[in-house]
């Protein structure tokens, strides 16, 4: 599997922390996620800031999965990515409005880039957490990635185990990964 360079990623989050501006901040994760996801094998970048038409709900990052057996095989072919890159977790609110975006596509998966997490703690379930939680009795699932996760992956089977772990952790436990 390719490997990841930890100078790109920690570039790309320098350019985050160093950004006047929350729109300048998104840009600089959403980069990163798009290399980050565009590397694993089977998975390229189809669509960025991509608004539906009636220009109600913007799409951060699209991705189609080949499924490729070295990549994200038992995933669907289009992955929505959602970055946020806040100096705190992100809260109830736009969790509601991501899985709202997920559902309004018929998908049953998607993927946050939370640099500090969501609100609540999966312990309590409360907050963020619960939304998430909730979003199982529809059949969709959502999963967390953190800037702490992203700065200790090296290689994109590190990213792709990561999602599969997340995935089997909120579908047997109820809750995203603490």
Same mark, same amino acid.
């Given at each position: ?27 600089? =994760? ?33 991705? @189609? ?20 890159? @806040? ?18 596509r018929s998908?049953?998966?998607?993927i946050l ?5 969501? !609100? ?31 700065e200790q =992956?090296?290689? !994109?089977?590190?990213?792709?185990? =990561? ?13 995203? @990964?603490?």
């Open positions: 599997m390719p490997a990841f360079s930890t100078a790109v990623i920690q570039g790309y989050l320098a350019a985050g922390d160093a950004a006047a501006t929350m729109p300048a901040k998104g840009k600089a =994760l959403e980069e990163l996620a798009c290399y980050l996801f565009g590397l694993i094998p089977g998975v390229s970048i189809t669509e960025r800031n991509a608004m539906n038409s009636f220009d109600t709900e913007e799409i951060d990052v699209a991705c @189609w999965n080949e499924q490729d057996p070295a990549g994200l095989k038992s995933f669907n072919a289009l992955i929505l990515v959602e970055c946020k890159n @806040w100096s705190k977790a992100v809260g109830s609110q736009e969790v509601s409005w991501f899985l709202t975006k997920i559902e309004h998908l049953d998966f998607g880039l939370a640099v500090n997490g969501v !609100t609540g703690d999966a312990n309590d379930g409360k907050q963020a957490h619960h939304l998430i939680s909730m979003a199982l009795l529809k059949k969709v699932r959502l999963i967390v990635i953190t800037r702490s996760e992203i =992956l090296t290689h !994109t089977d590190e990213l792709v185990t =990561l999602i599969r772990k997340k995935v089997c952790q909120l579908v047997v436990s109820g809750t995203v @990964w603490p």
